[in-house]
């Protein structure tokens, strides 16, 4: 599927913006006078003062009294002066603190960038952790956003297959297995970022992640990661050998897809993950080898979106997986060799008057075993259809999905 990544403002939010002298201090004058008209007039209402008595004459005292009054008045407006002045100093300060922190992060921005340049791995793997500590120290969202951007993109970088441990290309090898290493040092340092509390420090929640079409050709780990706000893109992205780990990831809010992306072989764990809120897809995706696992997930809220997806030669697990609220959508899903296990799945009671959160309308079960042995609740709504009568052998059911409705 297409999708368009959020729009990001480029205004910085710590522009400075100050009025001019003159305008600051009629504001402040006339805020002040209405101030004190107010207060004074509250006092006479409070003391319940009916009349001032024009028959008195002036006296020394009262003379003495007008004169302090007038000092005081031109010590408030000094005063007045002085607060003016003191914001904008402060104010000029900050922004100049902020001008200062940005430049020296350009700076230091533009060194990491040039390791990752280097003909040298040790240099690349260097600029790595350079723009990630740049990325954690950055002044503002957008600066941090930049430097995770140039981070995806160096993983999007199309790089020289493994020619393998032959002696004669064993310089080549050697190399591409200091280049992967980088790689994974990105991937290993994205996850533990992602699982930091977001607004903490080093914590890159919220933040895009465009991982469009990267080729993940080892481990990688977002054992509980929490992808919430922002947008989160795997589409077309290889996922070969291996163990891809999301156990425990929540993802809540914002937007995750892995539209296109190919799963072949190792082992994929969305185990014990939540889904809630916001939107995973993998629509298009196919699964062929290997084990993919939603063991224990929790889909609550939110859109879970399969259609189109492929299951073929794979072992893919929603064992105890708990369908909820939101939409599940295995709608046009093809379930074609391999296994699917269901198996203690709980699906909710579906209720005729509301739309159906779990739908297999469409989907299409082709040789492989498919279980829903020992699953809870209502059947999905399509799934008898998608499978025809008589069920196959490799369909399990249970009973009561079965049996018809009196």
């Known amino acids: 599927m297409t999708s368009n ?41 409070l003391l319940d003062f ?33 607060l003016v002045v003191a914001y904008r100093r402060q104010r000029v300060d900050e922004a100049g603190a902020h001008r200062e922190a940005t430049r020296l992060h350009t700076e230091r921005f533009s060194q990491a960038v040039d390791k990752l340049g280097s003909d040298s791995p040790a240099v690349r793997l260097g600029g790595v952790h350079a723009l990630a500590g740049l990325a954690d120290d950055a002044p503002d969202d957008s600066l941090r956003q930049t430097c995770i951007d140039v981070l995806c993109a160096y993983l999007q970088l199309p790089f020289t297959p493994d020619p393998g441990d032959d002696p004669a290309h064993q310089e080549e090898h050697h190399r591409y297995l200091a280049l992967r290493k980088v790689r994974h040092t990105i991937l290993r340092l994205i996850g533990d970022h992602y699982r930091r509390p977001k607004g903490t420090h080093r914590s890159w929640q919220g933040c895009d992640l465009d991982l469009t079409g990267v080729n993940i050709d080892g481990s990688m780990n977002f054992r509980g990661a929490v ?87 794979s072992e893919v697990h929603f064992n105890e997986a708990r369908f909820s609220d939101g939409e599940v959508d295995f709608d046009g899903t093809v379930f074609s060799g391999g296994e699917v296990h269901f198996d203690e799945a709980r699906f909710p009671d579906v209720d005729v008057s509301f739309s159906d959160p779990v739908s297999f309308g469409g989907a299409v079960f082709s040789g492989g075993e498919v279980s829903f042995d020992r699953a809870e609740g209502s059947a999905p709504s399509g799934l008898i259809a998608a499978i025809g009568t008589p069920v196959p052998a490799t369909v399990t059911l249970p009973a009561v999905w079965l049996t018809p409705i009196p």
């Open 5 to 45: 990544r959020r729009p990001r403002s480029t205004t910085d939010n710590r522009e400075l913006r100050l009025w001019r002298v003159g305008q600051a201090l009629t504001v402040t004058f006339f805020t002040a006078v209405i101030v004190a008209g107010g207060v004074f007039y509250g006092l006479v209402y």
């Open 227 to 313: 992808f919430s706000g922002g947008e989160v893109f795997f589409e077309d992205a290889t996922f070969s050998g291996g163990m891809m780990r999301f156990t425990g990831a929540t993802f809540s809010g914002g937007a995750v897809y892995f539209g296109g992306a190919t799963f072949s072989g190792g082992d994929v764990s969305f185990d014990d993950a939540i889904f809630s809120d916001g939107t995973v897809s993998f629509s298009g995706a196919t699964f062929s080898g290997g084990t993919m696992g939603f063991t224990g997930a929790t889909f609550s809220g939110g859109t879970l979106y399969l259609g189109g997806a492929v299951f073929s030669g």
């Open 50 to 82: 009916q009349e001032i008595d024009s028959t008195a004459k002036l006296d020394a005292k009262t003379l003495f009294d007008l004169v302090k009054l007038s000092f005081g008045v031109v010590a408030g407006a000094g005063a007045l002066v002085a």
